[in-house]
């Protein structure tokens, strides 16, 4: 009974965590486009129902980079 409750626990925590890290991919993305383009670009709203969607996945993915990407090429550059 507790394996089943710790299961389905594990599968809420997985959700949550999905849909938080999804909207601050998708804010962080939209905040350097907007930073790099002088506030004209992207003309989606900060914020919206869904930031995996087919129209704001890109956004999502763009603050990926700007999380991920960015600080690992330069610990890799600074390091090597």
């Known amino acids: 009974m507790s394996e089943l409750l710790l299961r389905g626990l594990a599968l809420l925590a997985e959700w949550v965590l999905e849909v ?3 909207y601050i991919l998708y804010i962080t993305g939209w905040l350097a ?3 790099l383009t002088l506030g004209r670009y992207p003309a989606l709203p900060l914020r919206v129902d869904d930031p995996m969607g087919s129209r704001t996945s890109w956004v999502a993915a763009l603050g990926f980079f700007c999380l991920v990407g960015l600080p690992l090429a ?3 550059i600074t390091y090597s």
């Open 33 to 35: 486009l907007r930073l």
């Open 20 to 22: 938080v890290v999804g």
């Open 74 to 76: 330069w610990l890799t």
